[in-house]
């Protein structure tokens, strides 16, 4: 069981991921550049993190167009990046143009979306 507040839950599991760090000793070896900043692998516009090696996904660090260098930790950006890079890796040479959007569901009838 789990006690929020006051209120107690029956459960089986619970998971808590909370100040996870990555292990980076695979990205070392095959000389993935970590971004200090914002965390994650440095990729070019196309994904490309290394010549032949891609990354996408919460773990790519891109170049936003408008907004910079940045991460972006959400199923559209997650969905779309990764199908840019396996478009890349059969030579589309595709830029990443994508502005990424961000949605939750806040109860049955109440969600929101935004860039």
Do not use: C
Request: a negative charge; hydrophobic letters at 35%; glycine letters at 10%.
């Amino acid at each position: 069981s789990v006690d929020l507040s006051g209120k107690t839950i029956e459960t089986d599991h619970v998971v808590v991921a909370v100040g996870v760090e990555p292990d980076h000793t695979l990205a070392s070896a095959s000389k993935l550049q970590v971004d200090s900043k914002h965390g994650g692998y440095t990729v070019n516009e196309q994904f490309e993190a290394q010549p032949n090696l891609w990354v996408a996904g919460d773990a790519a660090a891109f170049l936003d167009p408008q907004l910079g260098r940045r991460r972006v930790e959400h199923h559209d950006h997650a969905v779309v990046s990764g199908r840019l890079a396996g478009e890349n890796m059969t030579g589309a040479n595709k830029a990443y143009t994508h502005q990424s959007m961000f949605w939750s569901d806040l109860g049955p009838e109440v969600g929101y979306e935004a860039i």
